[in-house]
T-cell receptor, first 114, second 114 residues
Framework: EPEVTQTPSHQVTQMGQEVILRCVPISNHLYFYWYRQILGQKVEFLVSFYNNEISEKSEIFDDQFSVERPDGSNFTLKIRSTKLEDSAMYFC????????????FGPGTRLTVT | GNSVTQMEGPVTLSEEAFLTINCTYTATGYPSLFWYVQYPGEGLQLLLKATKADDKGSNKGFEATYRKETTSFHLEKGSVQVSDSAVYFCALSGLVQGAQKLVFGQGTRLTINP
């Protein structure tokens, strides 16, 4: 069964460093998402991406964040200058169709900023 | 904006007990409703969904009915097993054309004792 994959599973970085989190969505899916979950808190939406552009972003997704689909298979989240409060589990998700499509989630990348 | 409220956890039950996890929502229009499950160390998996009022979603013995009049989508299972121990998230997705981000509740940690 096709699945969303994410790498790395765990990333440790120092404050101020840039990180890139990578996702490979399911191949025939058209909508892509990043969510994050700070330890013990709810899952929060960061950004959605469709037709090679951002379709919606949350207030969390400020200028330090960017997303890219560089090659038609990967979907990346970049944080330019990490802060301690960026420490969280980051989930990628993808969806095939519009209104009633189901979002499939990857296993997540745990980002630890020290 | 849209929001989801779940009953406070953690919830601890004995095997074969009846489970209810309450979920209520606030949304404009008629959202789609979901229950996701997160097993220890894993990502989010869709458990069940309902896309219109009075729909009942069901999977693996779990059920939830979309109640528009009470804006609720409570999760139930008649006889829980130790393997059901996980964190359960209620979520909604708006019916506005576009990427339809998911809005999650805070999650309810369920522990089933043998």
């Amino acid at each position: 069964e096709p699945e969303v994959t994410q790498t790395p599973s765990h990333q440790v970085t120092q404050m101020g460093q840039e990180v890139i989190l990578r996702c490979v969505p399911i191949s025939n899916h058209l909508y892509f998402y990043w969510y994050r979950q700070i330890l013990g808190q709810k899952v929060e939406f960061l950004v959605s991406f469709y037709n090679n552009e951002i379709s919606e972003k949350s207030e969390i997704f400020d200028d330090q964040f960017s997303v890219e689909r560089p090659d038609g298979s990967n979907f990346t989240l970049k944080i330019r200058s990490t802060k301690l409060e960026d420490s969280a589990m980051y989930f990628c998700a993808s969806k095939k169709t519009g209104l009633f499509g189901e979002q499939y989630f990857g296993p997540g990348t745990r980002l630890t900023v020290t | 904006g849209n929001s989801v409220t779940q009953m406070e956890g953690p919830v601890t039950l004995s095997e074969e007990a009846f489970l209810t996890i309450n979920c209520t929502y606030t949304a404009t229009g008629y959202p789609s409703l979901f229950w996701y499950v997160q097993y220890p160390g894993e990502g989010l998996q869709l458990l069940l969904k309902a896309t219109k009022a009075d729909d009942k979603g069901s999977n693996k013995g779990f059920e939830a009915t979309y109640r528009k009049e009470t804006t609720s989508f409570h999760l139930e299972k008649g006889s829980v097993q130790v393997s059901d121990s996980a964190v359960y998230f209620c979520a909604l997705s708006g019916l506005v054309q576009g990427a339809q981000k998911l809005v999650f509740g805070q999650g309810t940690r369920l522990t089933i004792n043998p």
